[in-house]
Each structure stands twice: as C-alpha cells, then as structure tokens.
C-alpha cells in the first residue's frame, strides 16, 4: 500500500520547509535543495519558502554582567542580519531596537541608558534582507541582562510599596489607617484618595514624610461613606522643602489600591427628640438622633403618618418626606427640622426614621427603628 502524506509548513506557494533547507515546489519530485545563496535569479520567494535565521548565541557582556559604560558594546554570534532588541528589566518598551547588515556581529549602544538600572537584551539573525522578508527571521537568542553603572536616580528609583489595607479587601472601619513603605531619603508624601465613579471627589494632598496615614472622621473631617468603594495611591519626595507637583524630585506614583468601607449598623441610632410618642411645639419640628459610630454622618431620613412610609403612588395613604442630611452641618448635629414651606398637618400622628446614606450602596441598606411623633 502506498500513502502520500502532505505537510503545509508556512504556505509559501505550496512549498515544504524541512531542516532548514527549501525544496521547490514546482516539481514534488526534484531532490535537490535550493540555497538562499543560489542564483536568485531561479530562485525566488515566488516560487520556494525561505529558510529562517538560525538562533544567535550572546556573547558579551555574560549574562548578568555589569558594565562599565552606560553606552555599551554587545556582541553576540550569528548568520545573517541581525535584529538587537534592549529594555529595562520589567518592561516590554524597548529602548534599543536596531537591525544590523549581515556579517556583523557587534553593536554599541549610540544613546546612554539609564545608571544604575538593569536591562534584558536579546538578538535574532535572517538569512535574507528584512526588507524582502519580514516572514523568515529566526527565533531570538536566549535573554541575557546586564546592569548599567552608576547611581539610578531619585525619580526614577524612589518605589513606595503599599501595605494596607490590602488591594481588594473590605476595611474593618470607616476610617482606616493607610500604611505604606517609602524609600530610604523620602522627605515628602503625597496621596490621593477617590471614591469609586467619583473623581471630583478626590482628596489629594502633600505631607513630611511618614509611613501613615490614618484618616480622620467627623468632625476633624468629613470625607468617608460606609459601604463604598476607594481608590489610594501615594508617591514620594526628596526635596528640602514642599515643591509643586511637576518638580522633579517626585518619584513615581504607586498603582492605585482599592478597599471598601463597612456595611454601617443601623441598630445603634436612636431618636433624642422628640422622645418617641410625644408631642412637638409645632408643624415645623427639628428632629435629632444619634449614632454609636462616630463615624456616620451623612443620612437619609423619612416623615410620614403612613408607618409604612409607602412610596408607591398608587398605594400611599399619606405624603411622604424623604430628604438626604449632612448631620456635620446641622444644628444641633444630626437633625432635621421641617421646612416651613411644607409644614406638618396638626392634630395628627407622624412616624419618621433615618439611615446612613450611600452613594453607590453594595446592598440595600436597613433603616433605623421607627419613631412617632404628634402634632398638635
């Protein structure tokens, strides 16, 4: 039984590329390989597939190596044109990428790199001109690095590592303590905090160095929500003295960590006046509460004589106040009064409760009890 066995290898007009050698493709039974050195007259990438550049070894600077210049020579072993490909440790950006002629197998580095800093580089070699063939350059060499002589500078060394909260977890508190890491000579920080969906609502602002910062509630500042998600980020400096934002002192910024405030409690609010049941003076009451956590201070609250507080128009049996509080800016703190635009109806029964209010709540949030008051 005879089997015939097709193998399609890159598709270059029908031909089979096999052990670095090209076989033409116009007759399946000629033996004789063509060369890329052959007459190209007779052969063409028309007519035959392209043997690949085979792989370079480097050879200098040894991997792992430190230079003695921040324009260095590379040398490396290799058929054909080469490509040199150099970049900082850690990034994908090349900062030299350079095509050589063929038979050459060195390359200085014409603009300096960066001291004190570690770069990768490698090399891949083609047989044939790049401009007639982008298709037949070889795999790259093994990646050596080297490390560039000479101090990396401030700006472009001074990292701040985050440590807590940790990115992506929920705060045991409203209020944490941010802490982070800063580089050895730092003498300023500078931090951004945002709310989620928010970035007009960002706080940013530059202190002396330190390694937290715990963020202040009510009423030194009243800046945090429960159940809501921030973003931080912090960078450093080394000036002497505060500089503006585009000085280059300033490190880099650290990427952006999130955490998520806590659920409030709503069980631990309760009404101070009027005390549950009674009376008030009038159709325009000021009504207070207060809350446990200290923390809290932005609230919704709702005045109805429906206890349901229905807010359905086809089912409500009452008029239903429902208001958003900065309990901070109030007097007394965390009190409401009745607008006297819209006074209360005498002579009738009135419940009304509050909550903390959220911008963008996680779950739907409880009320606090309910309370009653009358109007007389």
């Known amino acids: ?43 063409t990438l028309a007519d035959a597939a392209v043997v690949l550049g085979a792989q370079p070894r480097l050879q200098w600077p040894p991997d792992g190596w430190t230079v003695d210049s921040l324009t260095p020579a590379l040398r490396w072993q290799a058929d054909g044109y080469s490509q040199v490909w150099v970049a900082l440790r850690g990034s994908s950006l090349a900062a030299v990428e350079v095509t050589v002629p063929k038979g050459q197998d060195t390359y200085t580095i014409t603009s300096p790199l960066t001291p004190g ?28 690095t080297f490390t560039t002589p000479g101090a990396l500078p401030w700006k472009d060394s001074a990292f701040v590592q985050l440590v807590s909260p940790r990115n992506g977890t929920l705060s ?76 280059p002192s300033w490190g880099p910024w650290t990427d952006a960590w999130a955490f998520r405030t806590p659920m409030p409690a709503t069980d631990i609010i309760s009404a101070v006046t009027p005390k549950n049941g009674e009376a008030v003076a009038g159709p325009t009451p000021t009504l207070a509460w207060e809350n446990a956590s200290s923390h809290i201070f932005y609230y919704e609250i709702q005045i109805s004589r429906d206890p349901d507080f229905t807010v359905d128009p086809q089912r409500a049996t009452s008029a239903l106040y429902w208001e958003t509080v900065h309990g901070g800016l109030t007097t007394p703190r965390n009190s409401y009064t009745v607008r006297s635009k819209y006074p209360l109806q005498r002579g009738q029964v009135y419940y009304w409760r509050v909550r903390p209010a959220v911008a963008l709540p996680s779950r739907p949030m409880g009320w606090s009890p309910t309370w009653s008051f009358r109007v007389p």
Not at 14 to 42: H, I, N, Y
Not at 117 to 144: A, F, H, I, M
């Open 117 to 144: 800093s570690v770069y990768r580089w490698r090399v891949r070699s083609n047989p044939y001109p790049p401009g007639q063939s982008v298709y037949t350059w070889g795999p790259w060499s093994v990646e050596y």
């Open 172 to 247: 045991s508190t409203i209020a944490p303590t941010l802490s982070w890491v800063p580089p050895a000579g730092s003498t300023h920080y500078e931090m951004v905090i945002t709310p989620a969906g928010n970035e007009a609502a960002s706080v940013r602002f530059v202190n002396t160095i330190s390694s937290t910062y715990p963020i202040p509630g009510p009423p030194t500042w009243y800046g945090m929500l429960p159940d809501t998600l921030y973003y931080w980020r912090v960078r450093v400096n080394n000036a002497s003295s505060p500089v503006p934002g585009d000085h």
């Open 1 to 43: 039984m005879n089997v015939r066995i097709g193998i399609a290898v890159l598709s270059v007009a029908c031909a089979t590329l096999v052990s670095g050698t090209v076989w033409a493709s116009q007759d399946s039974r000629q033996s004789a390989p063509v060369s890329p050195e052959d007459d190209p007259a007779k052969t």
